[in-house]
């Protein structure tokens, strides 16, 4: 196949599609950043131009929908970056899971998807190298044409998936390097609350988390631990410290994810290793693996959640700043997964210790986690299991892990709810 520059791809392409076309355009480290970066020079292509994919808040910073005058773009997740062209309605949001979200673009209307992928080996195939999680539901598409943006710093893992070149419509190369997202330094609360989580994991055990501080405070508590697994949508540099501690079990398939977003380090890291798989989201996210998977250890964050149990990840002040991803996807799984557990953990205070975020009762429409779903809170004060206890066990549990400032206004709160039921 010839390589072609990005302008000359995107005319191929161009003439594949519909005067009026919606394209899938790959997310997480799989972004094609030297695409963005082309059409903000040069809008025409985007002309009348709807914009899919999965885009990440923090991760993916591109305003697909801001192109061109007449660009649309569909998506799950909302973030800053998003946020003026979905005021203007040019960015549609859909609250959708992941394994949702599979299926969505596995049957939406599409004319056309662009993907990033390594340089081809000797035989002529190409890797989705660390970004795995959605493209195989659009090359699985085969009336979709689709433009590989073969990428000289996209790495080929043992372990992830390869297509023939012969599958794309055409190819432009870059030499653009990944999103580069680095570990934090944590304040002493997720230092806390990475202690509280490790209390409730055995060696042995298979642990899924979201990207984020709570997975770094995680991590960083586990170093004791032996023979640990991993499976999860996405994984990150603190990865390689569980390796350099020796906790991790290092056979194939030890560690299956679909994404890894870090830094170069972690990019290196994974060109040889031959314990990570890198699978689609409808295996990393799907019921049917998840409630498999003896000991499943499901960690994801939230941003604040009431004395019911219910749990709000996606607005603030009402704003919708996220979406639910696997978030709900991994609870459920961890329910029925034998031995499995869901645990959300979260900072007890926000805005400097004024807000609490163990609140009496969520805002309406709020709800992104229902108190069915819910199994174990974690805060920098302790562990409330909820999982089989009544409302009154409930919130009683979730008050005593709520800042210590917050008891007495929580506990009046409480009383107020429960008359009124």
Not at 162 to 184: G, H, M, V
Not at 327 to 356: E, M, W, Y
Not at 401 to 412: C, G, K, N, T, W
Request: charge should be negative; charged fraction near 20%.
């Amino acid at each position: 196949m010839i390589y072609h520059s990005i302008s000359d791809a995107l005319t191929i392409l161009k003439k594949a599609l519909p005067a009026a076309s919606r394209l899938y355009v790959a997310g997480c480290s799989g972004e094609p950043i030297a695409l963005s970066n082309h059409l903000k020079e040069n809008d025409t292509f985007a002309e009348n131009t709807t914009f899919l994919g999965i885009w990440i808040p923090g991760v993916n910073k591109t305003d697909w929908a801001s192109l061109h005058p007449t660009a649309k773009a569909e998506t799950i997740f909302l973030s800053a970056d998003l946020r003026s062209s979905f005021e203007t309605g040019d960015t549609q949001f859909l609250p959708l899971s992941y394994t949702q979200s599979w299926r969505w673009l596995s049957s939406t209307p599409l004319d056309g998807g662009v993907v990033m992928v390594s340089p081809p080996d000797k035989d002529g195939n190409v890797s989705l190298g660390v970004s795995s999680d959605f493209s195989q539901a659009i090359l699985a598409r085969n009336d979709v044409p689709v433009l590989a943006l073969i990428n000289h710093a996209m790495p080929s893992p043992p372990n992830a998936p390869k297509y023939p070149l012969s599958r794309f419509l055409c190819a432009a190369q870059t030499d653009t390097p990944l999103i580069q997202i680095a570990p934090n330094d944590l304040p002493d609360t997720f230092a806390k609350i990475g202690q509280h989580i490790a209390s409730l994991i055995d060696d042995g055990d298979t642990l899924q988390f979201g990207l984020g501080n709570v997975q770094q405070a995680v991590l960083g508590s586990l170093k004791e631990h032996k023979n640990l697994k991993i499976h999860a949508g996405m994984i990150s540099d603190p990865l390689l410290d569980l390796i350099d501690s020796d906790s991790l079990d290092r056979s194939k398939g030890s560690v299956t994810t679909g994404v890894a977003i870090g830094t170069d380090r972690l990019y290196q890291h994974l060109k040889t290793d031959e314990s990570v798989c890198f699978e689609p989201v409808f295996h990393t996210h799907d019921i049917s693996t998840l409630s498999a998977i003896p000991n499943l250890k499901a960690i994801n964050s939230a941003i604040e959640v009431d004395l019911f149990g219910q749990a709000n990840a996606e607005f603030i002040n009402g704003k919708q700043v996220s979406g639910t991803g696997g978030l709900v996807d991994f609870l459920r799984g961890s329910a029925i997964a034998p031995n499995g557990q869901g645990i959300i953990a979260l900072a007890s205070t926000a805005k400097r210790g004024t807000l609490t975020r163990i609140t009496p009762r969520l805002q309406p429409n709020a709800t992104s986690i229902a108190r069915a779903d819910m199994d174990t809170v974690v805060t920098e004060h302790g562990i409330a299991v909820l999982k089989g206890k009544s409302i009154e066990e409930r919130a009683q549990a979730l008050i005593a892990i709520a800042d210590p400032a917050f008891h007495s206004e929580l506990q009046a709160a409480w009383a107020n709810i429960r008359s009124s039921l």
